[in-house]
């Protein structure tokens, strides 16, 4: 048995959440001074334990196990979103960190050891998943010089302060024989459902469309109803349709959404002559996703031969990613193990796993957000959850290095 | 039988349009100096005709028929809305210059004259109505110091320019026995039936409601479907539910409308924890728009016992206001008379009659607007139909002045 330390996880965690401390949350976002000084301290803390550790010149933290040809790498990403939660990705980093310690502590020997990795800009401050993605070659590099922050700010100009650290790490699929991810949940399901571990079989691809329906402004006194071209009430329609008619089409995990709704000219007065709405639909199954497409440009197709024109444009178009399912049927022994009944779950969020999941087998584990808040400085797990989790990752880690040694 | 004279009424409708023209439409605001320009030349055209012309303090200008103790009411206003079209109200107003001046030029003389009006401010660039409301005394002086233009214009101000001109000028309920306003259409009714006149019913009333969903913002991708309180889901079914069960409660010229619609945050990834939308609806009975409400309510209600809260709160609610079926007959009669099949139907806008009909019998008549335009530089009606209109408007005039002798 690989038994890690709860008081030091949860002290380590706090440690790093000072970096960039803001209220009861973190504001770290990626590159930043603060960002950048919690890498260095990570970096530190790796090589207390003899790992090898690097900051790259695009702040990838990685620590390298040097007694070993092969290793699990364990990780996420330190860095936030602007006042965002303590856990978030650093949850997964440090669960690397205490595995890694706790593994070394053991005084086991084997030929698959562990690395521990912090990806840079997982959060898109610059470039979503920058780091990871760098990892994996899959990066055009030709976007991090035109890449900036929402506030106009250039990566290559962030990017600069990183100019004298180590080369860029990248993936070695001889070496790295599996990637674990763990995070917090950041929903409301483990929390609903008194379960402490979410085992994630996929990562969901997102599919969203700006829909415009263009009719015609006429006074809302003088025109007869059946003489206006409504374009509000035709989106509404298409709206509520959707709502009624995906349930039918899609899985038990199909979420969709409509976030942005916005009428022209917008007056009380005035029937609407356009309407715009963005929707977007997630699942992890390709075929789910295109059956959903599939009627909704019907519908659109439909409403569109009345007097009113509704058009709808793809704007994003994410595939799903599946997770390794022997990655996490070692998860879940690990969670029975513990005492948990562990939840398979899709994971509705985007996360480095995604692109890892792409070039080695790769894993991600949940624990529960209280309250299923996250993205805030409201973002919490109870300290006894964190542990829990923990030692179900650093269980199944143990299986693992044995399966692949 | 009185004869109007065509020519003359176009280039009459010609010359007012050159204060404050703007490409193909007119932009003479209430108490501009176009407005007031415009006002000051139409109390010239009224003394021609021997009419004792004046404007009073607000910009009514009156024209009284000297030699009669009652008289029919002729007239509308002569402001616009900003870049507006060339005839709204104008039209009403010539038409009176015009009958009265057919009337004079036709040396008959009886008991009852012809008073032309053109009232201030029908369209609320300070106070709507302004002029018919204090012309009827149900005007609150007060609102006169504080009332401000959209850009911030003090209307006590913008009156000073005219304190020199003459005392209020009210109604004489002893004198007009009845008050006439020709208007064109605003809405596409009359050229869809290809009907040239349109006798009004009843100005609608209007109810409006600002109705307001408050949910829960939650991660469009991690909350399952199941789990949300989204504040747009709730209103668009609102929506459709109005737009599907307002035709089996309303009557058939009943007309209502959603115009604004707005979501907070507002992301196409975030479930929207409010949603806000405007619901109008008109109608020319009490009795109609109380039950249109009453069905409102209760799907409001109804919404509300689900996660998310549902209020709607009343932001107007204006009282219809029936016209005459007396002079509305002798409209009737005159169109008919006049080759045409005229079209019975409600104003679905607001007119200075709102307010006359409060006090006097008062009538309404429509010509056409071609495509319904109105309130833009577009609006047009074909010279044909201009003098038509005032042929009929003439002739029941005529059989008005010999009924109230």
Redesign the interface.
């Given at each position: 048995m690989l038994r890690i330390n709860g008081g030091r996880l949860i002290a380590d965690l706090r440690t790093l959440s000072a970096f960039g401390k803001f209220q009861t949350g973190v504001d770290r976002v990626a590159l930043s001074i603060e960002d950048i000084e919690a890498r260095r301290w990570l970096c530190g803390k790796l090589r207390e334990i003899a790992l090898d550790a690097t900051m790259d010149r695009y702040g990838n933290v990685f620590g390298r196990d040097p007694k070993v040809d092969k290793a699990i790498l364990i990780g996420s990403h330190t860095d936030t979103v602007p006042r965002g939660g303590w856990l978030d990705g650093a949850l997964g980093v440090i669960y690397g960190l205490e595995i890694a310690r706790a593994w070394r502590e053991s005084g086991r020997t084997a030929p698959v050891g562990i690395d521990v990795v912090s990806f840079s800009d997982e959060e898109g401050t610059y470039l979503p998943c920058l780091g990871s993605r760098s990892f994996c070659g899959v990066l055009d590099e030709r976007d991090t010089t035109t890449a900036k922050s929402k506030t106009g700010a250039a990566l290559a100009e962030s990017l600069s302060a990183l100019a004298n650290e180590a080369p860029l790490i990248r993936l070695d699929r001889e070496r790295q024989v599996a990637f674990l991810e763990a995070h917090i949940?950041?929903?409301?399901?483990l929390e609903?459902s008194g379960t402490k571990v979410g085992v994630v079989t996929g990562i969901?691809g997102?599919r969203?469309f700006r829909v415009t329906a263009r009719g015609q402004a006429?006074?809302?006194?003088?025109?007869?109803?059946g003489?206006r071209k409504?374009a509000?009430?035709t989106l509404?329609?298409l709206?509520?349709r959707t709502?009624r008619e995906f349930?039918k089409i899609g899985g038990p995990?199909?979420?969709?959404?409509?976030?942005?709704?916005?009428?022209h000219p917008?007056?009380?007065?005035?029937?609407?002559s356009q309407?715009e709405m963005?929707l977007?639909f997630?699942d992890t199954a390709s075929e789910t996703l295109d059956a959903l497409e599939r009627s909704f440009i019907g519908w659109v197709d439909e409403a569109s031969r009345g007097q009113v024109k509704v058009e709808a444009v793809p704007?994003?178009r994410i595939a799903p990613a599946a997770m390794s399912s022997t990655l996490g049927a070692a998860l879940t022994e690990a969670a029975i193990a513990n005492g948990d009944k562990p939840l398979s779950m899709p994971?509705?969020?985007?996360h480095d796993a995604m692109f890892l999941t792409a070039q080695i087998p790769s894993a991600m584990m949940f624990i529960p957000s209280i309250g299923?808040r996250?993205?805030d400085i409201t973002e919490n797990t109870a300290d006894a959850d964190i542990v829990l989790g923990c030692q179900v990752l650093a269980d199944a880690t143990e299986k693992l290095i044995a399966r692949f040694a």
């Amino acid at each position: 048995m690989l038994r890690i330390n709860g008081g030091r996880l949860i002290a380590d965690l706090r440690t790093l959440s000072a970096f960039g401390k803001f209220q009861t949350g973190v504001d770290r976002v990626a590159l930043s001074i603060e960002d950048i000084e919690a890498r260095r301290w990570l970096c530190g803390k790796l090589r207390e334990i003899a790992l090898d550790a690097t900051m790259d010149r695009y702040g990838n933290v990685f620590g390298r196990d040097p007694k070993v040809d092969k290793a699990i790498l364990i990780g996420s990403h330190t860095d936030t979103v602007p006042r965002g939660g303590w856990l978030d990705g650093a949850l997964g980093v440090i669960y690397g960190l205490e595995i890694a310690r706790a593994w070394r502590e053991s005084g086991r020997t084997a030929p698959v050891g562990i690395d521990v990795v912090s990806f840079s800009d997982e959060e898109g401050t610059y470039l979503p998943c920058l780091g990871s993605r760098s990892f994996c070659g899959v990066l055009d590099e030709r976007d991090t010089t035109t890449a900036k922050s929402k506030t106009g700010a250039a990566l290559a100009e962030s990017l600069s302060a990183l100019a004298n650290e180590a080369p860029l790490i990248r993936l070695d699929r001889e070496r790295q024989v599996a990637f674990l991810e763990a995070h917090i949940e950041q929903g409301p399901r483990l929390e609903a459902s008194g379960t402490k571990v979410g085992v994630v079989t996929g990562i969901v691809g997102i599919r969203r469309f700006r829909v415009t329906a263009r009719g015609q402004a006429d006074h809302a006194g003088t025109t007869p109803m059946g003489m206006r071209k409504d374009a509000a009430a035709t989106l509404f329609n298409l709206a509520v349709r959707t709502e009624r008619e995906f349930p039918k089409i899609g899985g038990p995990d199909t979420v969709w959404n409509v976030g942005t709704f916005a009428l022209h000219p917008g007056a009380a007065n005035v029937v609407p002559s356009q309407a715009e709405m963005t929707l977007e639909f997630r699942d992890t199954a390709s075929e789910t996703l295109d059956a959903l497409e599939r009627s909704f440009i019907g519908w659109v197709d439909e409403a569109s031969r009345g007097q009113v024109k509704v058009e709808a444009v793809p704007t994003a178009r994410i595939a799903p990613a599946a997770m390794s399912s022997t990655l996490g049927a070692a998860l879940t022994e690990a969670a029975i193990a513990n005492g948990d009944k562990p939840l398979s779950m899709p994971s509705g969020a985007g996360h480095d796993a995604m692109f890892l999941t792409a070039q080695i087998p790769s894993a991600m584990m949940f624990i529960p957000s209280i309250g299923g808040r996250s993205h805030d400085i409201t973002e919490n797990t109870a300290d006894a959850d964190i542990v829990l989790g923990c030692q179900v990752l650093a269980d199944a880690t143990e299986k693992l290095i044995a399966r692949f040694a």
